[in-house]
């Protein structure tokens, strides 16, 4: 869950320089997050096994609606990432370890989906560059249940959707998506569900 008020280092400000820190992630189920520890970047497994660009577009999930962990509200939905300072928050609270390696590998201009998880209807809900910074709301709700579809489809036929880590690795609060996954979902917002 991002935190308002924090930035990860290197972020998209008046310096504009690269990453200068590590990020580390905790996950709890669908919540989403990275902490930032002052240490340089190191190349991870995850990133090995892709290449060095591991992607540059992204989904990223985060729980729309009040829940109590700890202490603390986790709630965090693309409203709150719009009204932050310079609509600019950090992203915290990642816990699975290939989650948080799919932070480091991030780069400051990457795109990402966010996604409103653990709650009455999961899905995407707007567009963010990383660091993260708000784009802008998608011009409708793309649903899980219309993404799960496309991808049963897409199983069968080979479509872009046919290894979304969506349905492949569901756990993962942060996660990689092709150039042709991104494309295609970005398409959806301008047809009508069926």
Same mark, same amino acid.
């Given at each position: 869950?991002?935190?308002?008020?924090?930035?990860?280092?290197?972020?998209?400000?008046?310096?504009?320089?690269?990453?200068?820190?590590?990020?580390?992630?905790?996950?709890?189920?669908?919540?989403?997050?990275?902490?930032?520890?002052?240490?340089?970047?190191?190349?991870?497994?995850?990133?090995?096994?892709?290449?060095?660009?591991?992607?540059?577009?992204?989904?990223?999930?985060?729980?729309?609606?009040?829940?109590?962990?700890?202490?603390?509200?986790?709630?965090?939905?693309?409203?709150?990432?719009?009204?932050?300072?310079?609509?600019?928050?950090?992203?915290?609270?990642?816990?699975?370890?290939?989650? #948080?390696?799919?932070?480091?590998?991030?780069?400051? @201009?990457?795109?990402? &989906?966010?996604?409103?998880?653990?709650? $009455? +209807? !999961?899905?995407?809900?707007?567009?963010?560059?990383?660091?993260?910074?708000?784009?802008?709301?998608?011009?409708?709700?793309?649903?899980?249940?219309?993404?799960?579809?496309?991808?049963?489809?897409?199983?069968?036929?080979?479509?872009?959707?046919?290894?979304?880590?969506?349905?492949?690795?569901? #756990?993962?609060?942060?996660?990689?998506?092709?150039? @042709?996954?991104?494309? &295609?979902?970005?398409?959806?917002?301008? $047809? +009508? !569900?069926?």
């Amino acid at each position: 869950m991002p935190r308002p008020g924090k930035r990860l280092a290197g972020a998209a400000g008046p310096d504009k320089k690269g990453l200068s820190g590590k990020r580390t992630k905790t996950e709890n189920s669908d919540e989403t997050s990275a902490q930032v520890e002052n240490s340089s970047p190191q190349t991870t497994s995850d990133s090995k096994k892709y290449g060095k660009n591991l992607s540059n577009y992204w989904l990223m999930k985060s729980e729309p609606e009040s829940r109590i962990e700890k202490g603390v509200d986790v709630k965090f939905s693309i409203e709150d990432l719009k009204a932050q300072p310079e609509q600019i928050a950090c992203w915290d609270g990642v816990r699975n370890y290939q989650a #948080r390696n799919f932070l480091r590998a991030m780069k400051l @201009e990457d795109e990402a &989906f966010f996604y409103h998880s653990n709650c $009455k +209807e !999961p899905g995407i809900v707007g567009l963010m560059k990383v660091d993260v910074q708000f784009v802008r709301i998608m011009k409708r709700f793309i649903s899980l249940a219309e993404l799960k579809t496309y991808h049963q489809a897409h199983k069968a036929t080979g479509g872009p959707l046919k290894n979304m880590a969506l349905f492949t690795r569901q #756990r993962l609060s942060v996660q990689s998506l092709t150039q @042709e996954e991104f494309d &295609f979902i970005l398409s959806l917002e301008e $047809k +009508e !569900p069926d």
